[in-house]
């Protein structure tokens, strides 16, 4: 079994900065790309950010240039650098990966989410 948890969310002014992360655990043979997600309130589950396995990023249009993916030197750990927050970026963050529990097994995997809150 595999287990996403994110963490490091809160409640932060507009324009100030949260790092999320996003720690993988269990049976992991190997992760290819990791994803952060949000969700605001009454909105569907969007893709925010994806890094795959080669460190090879993306970003919504909404993020780009504020927000920063990366992956820890064990690539089970991913985090996100989010700076000059606006309110409209309130929302349940998710990290989401594609693990390898074994070398024939791959499976898609989310966390619960961490709720990042940006006030005006």
């Known amino acids: 079994q595999v287990q996403l948890v994110e963490s490091g969310g809160g409640l932060v002014q507009a324009g100030g900065s949260l790092r999320l992360s996003c720690a993988a655990s269990g049976s992991i043979f190997s992760i290819n790309a990791m994803r952060w997600y949000r969700q605001a309130t009454g909105k569907e589950r969007a893709l925010v950010a994806i890094?795959?396995?080669?460190?090879?990023?993306s970003y919504a249009d909404s993020v780009k240039g504020r927000f920063t993916i990366s992956r820890g030197n064990a690539k089970s750990t991913v985090y996100l650098q989010m700076n000059s927050l606006k309110p409209e970026d309130t929302a349940v963050y998710y990290c989401?990966?594609?693990?390898?529990?074994?070398?024939?097994?791959?499976?898609?995997?989310w966390g619960r989410g961490t709720q990042v809150t940006v006030s005006s």
């Open positions: 890094i795959t396995s080669g460190n090879i990023t």
């Open positions: 989401n990966g594609d693990v390898w529990s074994t070398a024939t097994r791959l499976n898609e995997y």
